[in-house]
């Protein structure tokens, strides 16, 4: 999860520095085109086409949509906001895994991580600054995000036993390519071959996220190992400095304190009741 979290900041970053150039669209199917690239690798590595079973195509097909939905709110989100503001608040998202995780994982969560999930959303409470207006309706998309990679990461988990994790990413990717292609066609712009060489690192970049990321959720509970994506925090911040020269403001860093407090604290409840079982 600390892999999948680093390597997708690093793609973040590459994605804000294209959003001016390229429509959504346009980024979002090139980028699944050159994440075709370690998938392949990855399939012929899991034994060709048979890795690419379907067990569940109603998993599937839910899995794909909130990954086309998530991908474009994200996209949104980072050409309207600084890096450091829109991943923080995407945050919430272990939130929201274990606020869903009881009633659709079965998973058991005790009032002591119920009250750090009040704890991490006073947080985004602080971020959102509710009445400061101009954040206020931006944040719908991060939150947004969250929101539907916590479903994503639900939705993966309960396929663990079903689908393999490179039929998950190939068709997942293969939905968001069809979905850019379809919104970004109309408005396609000329790329030049140093657009295409970073369209081919950001795809690479992705590709390795989204595999740690999904084993990091076959091997453990969904409300365990999402906190550590909290980690990544620190290199948003520098990335975002040392790119556009972004300082993430007091109440950022307050509200992303809290939220990532009740995440650590979840994870330490969740190790206290594992043992004591």
């Known amino acids: 999860m600390i892999m999948g979290g680093l390597l997708l900041t690093v793609n973040d970053a590459i994605q804000k520095w294209m959003t001016d150039e390229f429509p959504t669209g346009q980024l979002l199917s090139m980028r699944g085109l050159f994440v075709m690239l370690p998938i392949g690798v990855l399939v012929w590595r899991a034994g060709g086409i048979s890795a690419l079973r379907i067990g569940s195509l109603r998993g599937q097909s839910i899995r794909a949509g909130l990954v086309c939905l998530s991908s474009l709110l994200f996209i949104t989100s980072l050409s309207l906001m600084p890096l450091a503001d829109a991943i923080a608040l995407t945050f919430a998202g272990p939130l929201f895994i274990t606020a869903l995780a009881p009633f659709m994982l079965g998973e058991v969560v005790g009032w002591h991580r119920w009250l750090a999930v009040l704890i991490g959303f006073v947080g985004v409470v ?152």
């Open 126 to 277: 602080v971020m959102v600054q509710p009445s400061s207006g101009a954040l206020q309706w931006i944040a719908v998309f991060p939150l947004g995000v969250a929101l539907c990679g916590a479903l994503r990461d639900i939705v993966t988990r309960h396929m663990h036993t079903t689908e393999s994790t490179v039929a998950i990413m190939f068709y997942s990717v293969l939905a968001v390519i069809l979905f850019g292609l379809t919104i970004g066609i109309a408005d396609w712009r000329d790329m030049s071959i140093e657009q295409i060489g970073l369209f081919a690192i950001n795809g690479v970049v992705l590709g390795a996220a989204y595999f740690f990321l999904i084993e990091a959720l076959r091997y453990a509970e969904a409300s365990m190992v999402s906190p550590f994506k909290y980690v990544t925090l620190l290199w948003v911040i520098l990335l975002g400095q040392l790119i556009w020269g972004d300082v993430p403001g007091m109440q950022v860093l307050i509200g992303a304190v809290l939220i990532i407090a009740s995440g650590w604290y979840i994870l330490l409840r969740e190790s206290i009741r594992r043992n004591a079982a």
